[in-house]
């Protein structure tokens, strides 16, 4: 590995993946194996977040390096940890991952490739773009469209997948999460893609396959998706009208 | 007649406890002073009864009592407020240091493994 530092693949950008991982024992292990087998090159930074049990074990053993929070911070919180590593140690490219095993590692690359020709500075991998199937019905699927609609605005692109935790950043887009990214709820998805937006950074989508998650279903029911449609109006209206002061330019 | 010494009592009592818990550093110096000027307040309504009353008139609000718990609640929803938004600000630096501190674990833990091997 060190003997190559002088060749031209070094030359690529240093990538980090970043894996939020809360009490995911069972999964991490091999998420981590695949994504190295897939990019033996990248760094996979595992996040465990206040995890009460071997995540952060599994995941050091599997060869990750192991970010573990003493208390328990939400996806958001984990994130921003993961950002202020990458930014620290000069990683150009930053790769959201999920610990669940419902990210495909494969796929990285196609989330790289719009970073790469420098046609976007943050790349949302996403579930409706024809590729794969991903199936919701109902308020959830209303609240969905909405986000869609209203961040399509926002990012001037269309974006049909903006709760998609499956996603590549670029040094910019590093440099900004790991100051500012938000740990409320919904904050890792809607409301970073609006302070991304709304500091002049490049927002695109790329279709993906999601694999069924290895534990637990997605909710059905009405009262939930109910709750859900409401609390993603609100972390849009927050997002949204949030003083233009705290989301600062990025330099270009 | 009476009421008025309870009313009294109580104020000062409470004005005590303020000024007990700041001088053992139990209360920070920022929170307190609103409770002090509320505890000065219910004091002087107290002692003198008829300033309610005027107050009241000169406000336009029929009944004195009326006056006092509508600013009362008005009040005590600031320092709600207030609580909330000191909360907010000490999780966002509990979660900053959250984040350093388990960066500098896995610094410390990396230098460890490439002094040992």
């Known amino acids: 590995m060190r003997d190559d530092s002088r060749s ?6 240093r990538l980090a993946v970043i894996v939020p991982a809360w009490n995911e024992e069972v999964t991490v292990g091999a998420v981590v194996k695949e994504i190295l087998e897939h990019l033996p090159r990248c760094v996979v930074l595992v996040v465990s977040d206040g ?3 071997t995540t952060a074990e599994a995941a050091r053993l599997a060869g990750a390096s192991v970010l573990d929070l003493p208390v328990n911070l939400g996806v958001g919180g984990a994130m921003r940890a993961g950002y202020k590593y990458a930014l620290r140690h000069g990683f150009q490219r930053a790769v959201q991952i999920d610990a669940d095993g419902q990210h495909d590692p494969s796929q990285v690359a196609a989330l790289l490739a719009p970073l790469d020709d420098d046609t976007a500075d943050v790349v949302i991998g996403a579930r409706f773009t024809g590729v794969g199937s991903y199936d919701v019905r109902g308020p959830r699927r209303w609240a969905m469209r909405l ?33 500012d990214y938000p740990s409320e709820y919904l904050g890792d998805t809607v409301e970073s893609l609006v302070i991304a937006a709304r500091a002049g950074l490049r927002i695109t989508q790329v279709g993906v ?15 939930k998706a109910a709750a859900f449609l409401a609390r993603a109006v609100l972390a849009l209206v927050v997002a949204l009208t949030r003083p233009r002061s705290e989301t600062q330019e990025v330099d270009r | 007649m009476s009421g008025y010494l309870y009313a009294i009592g109580l104020s000062l009592l409470s004005l005590t406890m303020i000024v007990v818990l ?6 920070r110096e920022k929170y307190v002073g609103i409770w002090l000027a509320l505890g000065s307040a219910v004091i002087v309504f107290a002692v003198f009864p008829g300033a309610a ?15 006092l718990f509508a600013a009362a609640i008005v009040v005590l929803l600031a320092v709600c407020v207030q609580l909330s938004v000191e909360l907010s600000s000490t999780e966002e630096k509990v979660r900053t240091l959250t984040e350093e501190i388990a960066l500098l674990r896995l610094h410390v833990d990396q230098a460890q493994d490439s002094t040992e091997t």
């Open chain 1, 209 to 223: 396959q999601m694999r069924p998650r290895a534990g637990g279903r997605p909710s059905h029911s009405p009262v």
């Open chain 1, 51 to 53: 995890s009460t049990d």
């Open chain 2, 22 to 27: 700041l001088r053992r550093r139990r209360i």
């Open chain 1, 8 to 13: 031209p693949a070094s030359r690529a950008p």
């Open chain 2, 53 to 67: 009353v005027w107050l009241a008139r000169v406000l336009g609000v029929q009944t004195p009592a009326n006056l």
């Open chain 1, 147 to 179: 986000l869609g609609t209203v961040l399509s605005r926002v990012a001037k692109t269309r974006l049909t997948d903006t709760t998609s935790g499956f996603k590549a950043c670029n040094e910019r887009a590093i440099a900004l999460f790991a100051r």
